[in-house]
């Protein structure tokens, strides 16, 4: 019961925090010219309407077969390509079109193939004019073989786009960058987007920002601040959003320490640490059970004028209740009302654990009547808490009465409330009661049919040893 509720991991991955640190959407000005992943390259349809006006341009498309290419083999590409060509009366002009074929082959061929294959297109069909999305497209292919050693291709495909007009820009380096991380190769992302820096195209905050976070989950702590100090040569310095990703990271892995030396940072570099900020320490306290130093920043936040919200006080109340001060954090209900945050599920949850850790499970469960009675409806987690405490508290029958509701309500049960419950109702001999809720557990499928069986079998185990020691009827 001292880990972190379902109930509320879910609540933290919906917090402001995450939704900070969302993927960056570019503006749409930007999407145009970023290569989508193969699969989500729309399938170009024959149309069955027809349409009157011939010279329509929406027409002439519809009218033009797709190209899917699964073999690599160049010469095949091109004959198909020749042929499309050749049938087709009006081609479009738009280099969408073109560009979709390109991408298409480059997901099954070699980068070498690829840039043939683009040079037979141009030659072949004049009127297709490669634009910057057309070298994405081949810069999306070179940085996205996770065995290469070296920046090599990256490098050629690179030259390739200033040779034709399309220096790299901030898009391209978000778009290799991107494709880079993706596929293992961050060394290789740190050593391009340093090279890039380097020739006037900086990666924007987001790009940057993105690298960090990937960095924070794949590469050592050092790694990450030395590629932080190595970016302000080029006079790109980290910003709140930065810091908030590593103090996140560091929370994360329970390094406190690190965590309030970032917050130190970030006060000198000239932030203020906002709401986003605090509640991650205050969650790396929760994970600690500190629930002294979660009240501490609590406080802190008071004195900065930082306005907690309500991840803020679900936070609170689940770190003083998880380090057995569940009088303080009944408190913060109260609290959180009059600053308009009505407690939630996650909330009363919360206060559940803490209750049940105390042995007082009853309380809990006249909490959860005042809970309801107020309108806030309980989640499976509520249940499960209160089903763990009544049983661990010998209220066998308290806690059946709740799991009937449970099973009223199709509610699945969680691995500790269902290993405690047929552990429960074996110590009294109520082996029959045992069956039946394994039973309900496979049903409703509330983990594998194996977990569960496994979960029954050592209760049997227990119990067998148990009335050999007479510690069971």
């Known amino acids: 019961m001292g880990k972190i509720p379902p109930a509320f991991r879910r609540a933290a ?17 930007l999407q145009e010219q970023i290569p989508l992943p193969i699969s989500n390259f729309p399938t170009q349809k024959k149309s069955s309407k027809k349409n009157p006006i011939k010279n329509d341009d929406s027409t002439t498309k519809s009218n ?30 738009d280099s969408s079109f073109y560009n979709s074929i390109l991408q298409s082959f480059s997901s099954v061929s070699s980068l070498q193939d690829s840039i043939l294959f683009l040079n037979h297109m141009v030659k072949k069909h004049p009127a297709f004019c490669p634009n910057r999305f057309t070298y994405h497209t081949l810069l999306v292919q070179s940085c996205s073989s996770p065995d290469e050693e070296s920046l090599s291709n990256v490098h050629r495909i690179l030259n390739l786009m200033t040779n034709n007009g399309f220096p790299p820009n901030q ?4 778009v290799a960058v991107r494709s880079l991380c993706g596929c293992g190769r961050e060394e290789h992302a740190i050593e391009l987007i340093k090279e890039l820096s380097a020739k006037n195209s900086q990666p924007d905050t987001y790009t940057y920002n993105f690298l960090v976070r990937h960095l924070v989950k794949n590469r050592s702590l050092s790694t990450v601040n030395c590629f932080i100090k190595d970016m302000r040569e080029f006079g790109i310095k980290p910003d709140l959003v930065t ?6 990271n560091v929370c994360n892995s329970k390094n406190l320490r690190e965590a309030t030396r970032l917050l130190g940072v970030l006060s000198e570099e000239g932030y203020k640490p906002d ?3 605090y509640n991650t320490i205050m969650k790396g306290y929760c994970m600690l059970s500190q629930g002294g130093d979660v009240l501490g920043v609590y406080k802190k936040m008071q004195d900065e004028g930082v306005e907690p919200d309500q991840y803020t006080y679900n936070t609170l109340i689940f770190g003083l209740s998880k380090s057995g001060r569940v009088k303080e954090a009944k408190k913060f209900l109260g609290v959180m009302t009059e600053k308009g945050h009505l407690p939630d599920a996650v ?5 559940m654990n803490g209750m049940c850790r105390e042995g007082d499970a009853l309380g809990a469960l006249r909490l959860l009547e005042e809970m309801e009675g107020k309108g806030c409806s309980p989640n499976s987690c509520t249940y499960n808490t209160l089903l763990l405490g009544l049983c661990k508290a010998r209220l066998l029958d308290k806690g059946l009465e709740l799991y009937q509701v449970m099973k009223k309500g199709d509610i699945k049960l969680e691995t500790g409330s269902y290993g405690t419950l047929l552990r429960a109702l074996c110590r009294k001999g109520r082996v029959a009661e045992a069956y039946e809720v394994f039973d309900y557990a496979v049903e409703s499928k509330s983990f594998p049919d194996v977990a569960a069986y496994s979960t029954l079998e050592s209760t049997l185990k227990w119990l067998r040893k148990a009335r050999e020691q007479g510690l069971a009827v």
């Open 243 to 248: 810091y908030t990703i590593m103090i996140d």
């Open 171 to 174: 898009v391209s380096t978000d």
């Open 275 to 277: 709401c986003y900020v």
């Open 64 to 93: 033009v077969p797709s190209i899917t290419f699964e073999s690599p083999n160049l010469p095949e590409a091109k004959s198909l390509f020749n042929s499309l060509i050749s049938s087709t009366k009006n081609t479009p002009s």
């Open 13 to 29: 991955s919906q917090s402001p925090l995450s939704t900070l640190l969302k993927p960056y959407t570019p503006p749409a000005a």
């Open 347 to 351: 909330t009363y949850t919360s206060l």
